[in-house]
């Protein structure tokens, strides 16, 4: 079993940045994707970013060119740099793992993000 533990969340002002981060711990399969998903009120979750193993990141279109999802050499870690942040954003986000040769997926308890003047 895989615990994901967020932190970073907070208050920012429009054109503002945060960074995410997500804590790995517990019984971490060799073959994994990590990815950041948010959900608004009254919205579906959406995938955000993920990133197989130490590299090839995938962005969804409305975050792309302003976050980075970057993961720790030791793959025990995973972080969203948010950048040029626009009220749209405002969401819960949720660290999620997922163990591919089982098709298993674990989550964090969320983060709020709140993008306001």
């Known amino acids: 079993q895989v615990q994901l533990a967020e932190s970073g969340g907070g208050l920012v002002q429009p054109g503002g940045s945060l960074r995410l981060s997500c804590v790995v711990s517990g019984s971490i399969s060799r073959f994994n994707v990590m990815g950041w998903y948010r959900q608004a009120p009254g919205k579906e979750r959406e995938l955000v970013a993920r990133?197989?193993?130490?590299?090839?990141?995938s962005y969804a279109d409305s975050v792309k060119d302003r976050f980075t999802i970057v993961r720790a050499k030791d793959l025990k870690a995973l972080y969203l740099q948010m950048n040029s942040l626009k009220i749209e954003d405002s969401a819960v986000y949720y660290c999620?793992?997922?163990?591919?040769?089982?098709?298993?997926?674990?989550w964090g308890n969320g983060i709020l993000v709140t993008v306001s003047s």
């Open positions: 999620n793992f997922r163990a591919t040769m089982y098709g298993r997926d674990s």
């Open positions: 990133i197989i193993g130490g590299g090839s990141p």
